[in-house]
């Protein structure tokens, strides 16, 4: 192909006024894009905030029609859940994941009567229920496989039977895409979708998001042991193609903007809808300059959304939800 040269070429000219970048652009977000995780907690009245994480807060469930209404109203498309649970009942193997009148079971049931076209994403992992902060049951310290996935199972079905309409398992072990498929189908929920946490790294950007739920004082040693390697890229290609094949819906990768090579290998390769997570510890480095004043915060919120699309994310999970589609709809 032969290509202009200037002074007959000027690439200047596309970007000349604003409604020739709009013609020309490349990628585009929407509020559709969008996905709002929520910290929900026991109690009345109480909205209490995260420190770490400036602007967002866990709220109590009498609070939470009235929290979520505003997404509603913007036209977000869907919020994850994800609950604090009381230290009192958490134990060794997560139980309380099973109690069908769990607070995520419960938020979700209120969150559909009052929301039905709301989409609810339901996290699928033992750490908010387990006293040592892992995705899964223990034996002699070391995170067991198959005692997990079963503890998964229960814990999904619990949740679909309540109201979620997509489960995000998110803990990253091996063959549980495929057994909570099976187990669902079972139980006649083949309209359940399952958004796969497929490509979750060991990452230290998570530490905001473990103060939230009250897990991060908790966990002993480190996830290393299921959650990917940072340095690997091939991996995630595999981890992927596996959990596609045993039936999942759609794909995560987590974390998002030190990630995006994943989210443009995995969009790529597979076809399939592919989302990110723009973690805790991302949004709160952005928060942090821009609250000194470093960073114009709208600005850069918006290019760093952008910058998920125009890797090939499908949607975004973002604690910038609210402020983006405000952004978006002005």
């Known amino acids: 192909m032969s290509l202009g040269r200037f002074p007959a070429t000027r690439l200047r000219r596309n970007r000349h006024d604003g409604f020739t970048r709009r013609m020309v652009a490349e990628n585009r977000l929407s509020v559709d894009d969008l996905i709002w995780p929520i910290f929900i907690i026991e109690g009345q009245d109480t909205e209490v905030p995260v420190v770490s994480m400036p602007g967002v807060s866990r709220v109590s469930l009498d609070r939470l029609a009235g929290h979520?209404?505003?997404?509603?109203?913007?036209?977000?498309?869907?919020?994850?859940?994800?609950?604090?649970?009381?230290?009192?009942?958490?134990?060794?193997?997560?139980?309380?994941?099973?109690n069908p009148d769990n607070l995520m079971c419960r938020a979700a049931r209120l969150l559909k009567a009052e929301f039905p076209a709301l989409g609810l994403i339901g996290d699928v992992a033992l750490d908010p229920y387990?006293?040592?902060?892992?995705?899964?049951?223990l034996r002699d310290d070391y995170v067991h496989n198959e005692d997990s996935v079963a503890?998964?199972?229960?814990?999904?079905?619990?949740?679909?039977?309540?109201?979620?309409?997509?489960?995000?398992?998110?803990?990253?072990?091996?063959?549980?895409?495929?057994t909570i498929r099976a187990a669902l189908d079972a139980h006649g929920l083949i309209h359940t979708r399952?958004?796969?946490?497929?490509a979750k790294y060991a990452s230290?950007?998570?530490?905001?998001?473990?103060?939230?739920?009250g897990s991060g004082s908790l966990l002993r040693g480190d996830k290393?042991?299921?959650?990917?390697?940072?340095?690997?890229?091939?991996?995630?290609?595999?981890?992927?193609?596996l959990d596609l094949a045993e039936g999942a819906d759609m794909v995560m990768v987590k974390p998002g903007m030190p990630y995006l090579d994943i989210v443009r290998r995995v969009s790529e390769r597979f076809a399939v809808p592919t989302f990110a997570y723009q973690v805790?510890?991302?949004?709160?480095?952005?928060?942090?300059?821009?609250?000194?004043?470093?960073?114009?915060?709208?600005?850069?919120?918006?290019?760093?959304?952008?910058?998920?699309?125009?890797?090939?994310?499908?949607?975004?999970?973002?604690?910038?939800?609210?402020?983006?589609?405000?952004?978006?709809?002005?």
């Open 151 to 178: 503890a998964l199972v229960t814990q999904s079905l619990n949740q679909a039977q309540s109201g979620i309409d997509i489960l995000a398992p998110s803990d990253m072990m091996d063959g549980r895409i495929g």
């Open 68 to 98: 979520v209404a505003t997404a509603v109203r913007l036209g977000i498309p869907a919020v994850a859940l994800f609950p604090v649970t009381d230290p009192a009942k958490r134990d060794e193997e997560g139980t309380e994941s099973a």
């Open 194 to 198: 399952l958004m796969s946490y497929a």
């Open 130 to 137: 387990t006293n040592h902060g892992h995705d899964g049951v």
């Open 280 to 330: 805790s510890g991302e949004y709160a480095m952005l928060m942090a300059a821009a609250n000194n004043g470093w960073l114009d915060r709208e600005r850069a919120m918006m290019e760093s959304l952008l910058a998920f699309k125009r890797a090939g994310a499908d949607g975004v999970l973002t604690y910038f939800a609210l402020d983006a589609a405000q952004a978006l709809t002005r």
């Open 224 to 241: 290393k042991t299921y959650q990917m390697d940072p340095a690997n890229s091939d991996e995630a290609l595999r981890e992927v193609e």
């Open 204 to 213: 230290a950007f998570y530490g905001p998001f473990r103060d939230a739920l």
